[in-house]
């Protein structure tokens, strides 16, 4: 994927995310998620039934990186089962840590391929990833 398109894709997922706003709901579980490193603060909604990722929901405060990142990983797991759900996380922290992965289950999330190369940034990508993994380890 080329630069520009991979600046594209960030900054549509930066100004129009998929999902943003909590809602109302007792069905979903609420996961909240924040950088020790800067400013990055997001709470999760998960809805999980019949083993499946059936919605994910977020909000709050966080850089360009962060933001888009949730806003893809959401598109990205809405309908997945856990378990394909988490080999997708998986392979998207692989990405992130410069390990073997798996580019095809990634979809659009691999425009942050590249990320490893601001260290800085890295947690920024990863943040509600991980908040999600944890939540979906629980159910799986």
Known sequence: ????LKRTIIL????????RGLIKDNTYNLVSTN?????DQIDLQIKVEND??????????????????TSIMIKTLIGK????ALKIIKNFENMIEEKEYDE???EEAVVYEDISK???????????????????????
């Open 12 to 19: 549509e997922n930066y100004q129009n995310p998929k999902n």
């Open 81 to 84: 089962n856990i378990k394909d």
């Open 104 to 106: 095809k289950l990634l």
């Open 118 to 140: 601001q260290p800085n940034r890295k947690n920024c990508a990863l943040l509600t990833w991980k908040g999600t993994k944890e939540e979906l380890e629980k159910r799986g």
């Open 52 to 69: 499946k990722v059936k919605d994910i929901r977020f909000d709050g405060e966080a850089c360009a990186i962060c933001t888009s990142s």
């Open 35 to 39: 950088s020790k490193s800067c400013i």
């Open 1 to 4: 994927m080329n630069e520009e």
